[in-house]
């Protein structure tokens, strides 16, 4: 019992700051749409499209964070810290590398990227000015994505929050600054923002630098870790094109029912999006924790850590789905304040709220092999979980379903069909064991 308590403190100590951290970085493009919606129409319609490439080009992205966790995790766990926070460096260079390259080729890309979107003149102009400038901050971004994923994996969620929460602070004191009292508009969004990301990777400078002395690790990059965190990160990065594939497809087919089913869809999305950062802050710890006791060699652990987590993701779907299903019918009405909506979106909801518990044991088997740097079977599988999923989309889309129905059926197809093979085909990978034994 002892033991139990004692794992399940490991995990709260290290989901609780992961879940605020994830909550900080959304909240920089938030705080942009509030700030900017008070400038106009234009500007705000402006940050729709820039902001809508660049969560695109971030998500993407992420896979630096979730690919150098648990590298530096399994060192960790070895006993080998100087190798650990080598590891964790050779990503923050191999951030710096791709972040420089995105920051040149997005900044000349930006009117093809706008102009991709189909916008008005004075819609496209600021959209421009708005991405063309935030593109310089893409590095400072994929810089604090490999900074945290090298804390997280020397099992520290705590700084990372600091670092998010301050550098939230500054971004909105800056915009407020930079749009109002200096009087630069959208442009001195953008800019506040880039101040405030940059902001961030002086703090993970500081931080990584005292680690490096610490351990007695060298700051200067070295070629195969380089080459290492790229394998790792190429399979994860594949797997993350397959995720956006199933949710820009779903989007597609919502849109081709037509204007207030999509608007449900958005409003039932934006719940399943709300409820996953708690089980991201979940697999965090998992991955984190998986990739110490595999680095320690300590099976059993590994296996208590797997259980826990798993029960821990599942005893949330159901409580998450309950409050989903008790609030199903107001929730239209909280986003929206039509009645006609509310109705609308409720049968989605419900089909999320039986879905929940298949949800948070997927998004905690996605942790646990991440932890074990099984990214080559992710990214594989990945794809192959499109194979049912595709054809259910095609049969909402051929059939055009209206209404209530159509909507819950489109849910169906993505919250059952979809998150049930990631289920079946994570939960296939952690019984046979193989992940058990991969080296990273």
Known sequence: MARARTLNREILRLAVPALGALIAEPMFLIVDAALIGHLGVVPLAALGIAGAVLQTIVGLMVFLAYATTPAVARRFGAGDSTSAVSAGIDGLWLALGLGAVLAVVGSAATPLLVGMFGPSDAVAADAETYLRLSMWGLPAMLIVFAATGLLRGMQDTVTPLWIAGLGFGANTVLNVLFIYGFGWGIAGSALGTIVAQWGMV??????????????????RPRADGMRGSARLGG???LRTVSLRVALLSTVAVATGLGTDELAGWQVAFTIFSAAAFALDALAIAAQALIGRGLGAGDEAFVQRVLRRTVAWGAWFGVVVGAAIAALSGAIGLLFTGEPAVAALVQPALLVLAVAQPICGVVFVLDGVLMGAGDARYLAIVGGLNLVPFVPALVVVAALQPAGAGGLALLATAFFGVYMLARLLTLGWRVRRGDWLRIAV
Not at 202 to 219: E, F, M, T, W
């Open 202 to 219: 002086g703090a993970y400078a500081v931080v990584v630098g005292r680690l490096a002395r610490r351990h007695a690790a060298s700051l």
């Open 235 to 237: 399979w994860l990065f």
